[in-house]
């Protein structure tokens, strides 16, 4: 198993100890893939930035295998960390989370919604049910979580929605997954206005190319995903978006609500793309 300890993933993370007193629940903090030399995921490395920068993490996962592989990185690190199963798929485990991340923690002050799943079904071949698979986790899995978080938090409390450039990016021709993420927007606009009386604020992510195990299963399956020219040559990783993640959930962005943060390099405004043919 990786353990993510290379100096440059610790550097780009490790920022002292400046969210010591927060108590974080990141939902979809496990890891798929286990193999030598898959890079590490969005969620586990939010849930190790996190607790290098002091945070205590409870790591939500459908596959506690998976969630208990985090903690125990997190751990082996000096950290605080809790693993819970839950498939948010589920509207009865999704709304019991925050309770139990309560629990576990005393209080919560933070809440990263990184579940999400892809069935990369074109437009032809999408079904009733295949679309509700992956709008019941991508979409209703969120909201229902949310509903239950937001009165548990603390005031000054942040939350942050995981997204995608597929949000506003039909090119990967993935209709599902892409209104899943579309509808992320609203919905963190509407969570960033119920918890304004409390000062806890909601924003989101909207993550690029980025090189994960999920990102490389995309490209298994579609080789012309990452091809051609990319903002500053490469993929991002998910140290990039734990570290969007981190500064969003800080006391450093206490002015910023309902934004939707593009971290892909500019790849949305055509950086990085060829020039039009003349």
């Known amino acids: 198993m990786e353990t993510f300890s290379h100096s440059k993933n610790a550097a780009a ?29 969005n969620g586990r490395a939010t849930c ?44 009865d485990e999704a709304t019991a989370i925050a309770g139990t991340a309560c629990r576990l923690m005393g209080r919560l002050d933070g809440l990263v919604l990184n579940a999400g799943i892809s069935d990369r079904r074109p437009l032809p071949e999408v079904t009733a049910d295949s679309w509700d698979r992956i709008l019941n986790v991508n979409s209703r899995g969120h909201l229902l979580c949310v509903q239950a978080a ?9 939350i942050v929605f995981v997204s995608s450039v597929a949000a506003l990016l039909p090119l990967g021709r993935n209709p599902a997954y892409e209104a899943s993420k579309a509808a992320l927007g609203a919905l963190c606009r509407a969570t960033a206005m119920e918890g304004h009386s ?39 990783s998910a140290w990039e978006i734990a570290s969007a993640i981190g500064f969003l959930l800080s006391d450093q962005a206490a002015y910023i609500n309902a934004v939707e ?18």
């Open 150 to 158: 937001l009165p548990l938090m603390s005031p000054g409390a942040a």
């Open 48 to 91: 190790l930035a996190l607790a290098r920068r002091g945070a205590r993490v409870v790591c939500a996962d459908r596959s506690l295998q998976a969630a208990q592989a985090t903690v125990a990185l997190i751990e082996a690190e000096g950290g605080q960390a809790w693993a819970v199963q839950a498939d948010i798929a589920q509207p």
């Open 261 to 278: 943060l593009p971290v892909d390099g500019g790849l949305c405004c055509g950086i990085g793309r060829p020039p039009p043919t003349p």
């Open 198 to 236: 409390r000062d806890i604020r909601a924003n989101l992510v909207l993550a690029g190319l980025i090189d994960t195990p999920m990102g490389r299963a995309a490209g298994a399956a579609r080789p012309g995903r990452a091809a051609g020219a990319l903002p500053f040559g490469r993929q991002g």
């Open 13 to 41: 993370t490790r920022q002292g100890q400046d969210m010591a007193q927060r108590h974080v629940l990141v939902v979809g903090g496990g890891q798929a893939f286990e193999a030598a030399g898959e890079p590490v995921g």
